[in-house]
């Protein structure tokens, strides 16, 4: 009930080509979900998030899109580059409670 | 400070000591996070702080595990009797009620031998 199911565990795009990193949860009380970038020997860092309210968010090169029904959301980063190599974690909670993290996916953009 | 800070950024420790892991968050965040990042794995949650309420300890894997927070400002993670298992990064991260983003620390590496 409380898991964040994340796939693909590793990825690898082509420079300019899109990336696309997929997620699903249980809980429907879930009403928060972010995804964070995380560099080797850094903390992760907040990259975007969305609220089951609207089905698509966009920031740039990086877009998510949310399906409330098939409890699923998803990470889409258009024209990847190289800098965008780091691993990538999805997260869901509801008001009042801790996030609770997928297993993460690591992206590499070979250039 | 400008973000949230973490001591010592590396600690070896040998199997059976206590270790005491440091974080001061973000000035005004009311809320403060523990997590464990094992070895090419995801984040585990520990316990949770926010603001005066009692801490929600439900991630603790057991009870070697514990920690304390001041107020709204410097937070430690007490693991007593270190196993080698205990062997992760543990990370902290603060947020205010509102924003809901959380910002993390670099992590304390730990590292039981």
């Known amino acids: 009930q409380q898991q964040v199911k994340q796939s693909p565990q590793s990825l690898i795009v082509q420079k300019g080509g899109i990336s696309i990193i997929n997620c699903a949860y249980e809980?429907?009380?879930?009403?928060?979900f972010p995804w964070y970038q995380q560099f080797p020997g850094k903390g992760p860092a907040l990259l975007i998030a969305i609220r089951p309210d609207v089905s698509e968010k966009k920031e740039g090169r990086f877009t998510i899109s949310f399906n409330k029904s098939a409890k699923q959301f998803s990470l889409h980063i258009m024209d990847s580059q190289p800098g965008d190599s780091a691993t990538y974690f999805c997260a869901a909670n509801q008001a009042g409670t801790a996030l609770i993290f997928g297993k993460g996916t690591t992206l590499s953009v070979s250039s | 400070g400008a973000g949230v800070s973490q001591s010592p950024s590396n600690k070896v420790t040998e199997k059976g000591k206590d270790v005491e892991l440091r974080c001061d968050p973000i000035?005004?965040?009311?809320?403060l996070y523990w997590y464990r990042q094992r070895l090419g794995q995801g984040l585990e949650f520990l316990i949770y702080?926010?603001?005066?309420?009692?801490?929600?300890k439900s991630g603790l894997p057991s009870d070697r595990f514990s920690a304390e927070r001041t107020g709204e400002s410097v937070s430690t993670l007490t693991i007593q009797r270190t196993q080698q298992e205990d062997s992760a990064v543990y990370l902290c991260?603060?947020?205010?009620?509102?924003?809901?983003?959380?910002?993390f620390g670099s992590g304390t590496r730990l590292t039981v031998v």
């Open positions: 991260a603060s947020s205010d009620r509102v924003n809901y983003g959380y910002t």
């Open positions: 000035s005004g965040h009311t809320a």
């Open positions: 702080f926010q603001g005066n309420s009692a801490p929600d």
């Open positions: 809980n429907t009380a879930f009403d928060y």
